[in-house]
């Protein structure tokens, strides 16, 4: 079956910092959205890209989709203690498989 | 107020015992689903309904079951046969299966 795979799962960073994680999958994706979870919190909804080759911006968020669109990263500008979550790619083809997200810790 | 809920936010049970969580949404979604998550790990799909009165297994449904009889309740038990019941266990809702998926606060169970 499909596999959304994400990379690193778990990423230290200085405030201030930059941070990127990874999504890949085993097959093409009509779609990837991305989520983010606060710890203790419930996934929440932060971007949807479609296009082969898209990109999208939130403030310091970068989201991209792959021209093959089988992967696909997510880069946060400038870390904050904000920032601090786990972030999770989910892909379709049909019903939404999540990825097993990264954890992401800033030091302040 | 639109939204999802889960009931209860914590729950304790002892071992052997079955239990349901509730998962209610009034955002008129027609595919709800139900997610383990285990500490530091990602989220795992029990299972999920695309319409009403039909579900279908996720990746990891032995030991749970579920009903879909009204459109916006999803209730999920866990049984007994389940070997290990102690997780986060989160909701989610969609209007179909392809579409953003809204998550309730999830209910925390411990099996003592």
């Known amino acids: 079956g499909q596999q959304v795979m994400q990379i690193p799962q778990y990423q230290h960073v200085q405030e201030g910092e930059d941070f990127t994680t990874y999504c890949n999958s085993s097959?093409?994706?009509?779609?990837i959205q991305w989520y983010k979870q606060r710890p203790g919190g419930h996934p929440v909804f932060l971007i949807q890209?479609?296009?082969?080759?898209e990109v999208k911006k939130q403030k310091r968020l970068t989201f991209q989709f792959g021209e093959a669109k089988k992967n696909s990263s997510l880069h946060i500008t400038a870390t904050q203690t904000t920032d601090v979550g786990t972030y999770f790619c989910?892909?379709?083809?049909?019903?939404?498989?999540f990825g097993g997200g990264t954890r992401l810790m800033v030091k302040p | 107020d639109g939204g999802i809920t889960q009931s209860p936010k914590y729950l304790f049970r002892k071992e052997g015992q079955n239990v349901t969580l509730s998962c209610e949404q009034n955002?008129?979604?027609?595919?709800m689903y139900w997610y383990r998550q285990d500490p530091g790990q990602g989220l795992r799909l029990i299972y999920y309904s695309q319409i009403v009165n039909d579900f279908q297994k996720g990746d990891i449904a032995e030991g749970y079951s579920v009903s879909r009889e009204k459109k916006e309740s999803f209730p999920l038990t866990v049984t007994s046969a389940q070997k290990n019941p102690t997780a986060f266990y989160l909701c989610a809702s969609s209007i179909d299966t392809a579409k953003t998926q809204y998550f309730g606060p999830g209910t925390r169970l411990t099996v003592l």
């Open positions: 890209l479609v296009k082969s080759g």
């Open positions: 955002l008129n979604h027609d595919a």
């Open positions: 097959t093409t994706l009509s779609n």
């Open positions: 989910a892909g379709l083809p049909f019903v939404l498989t």
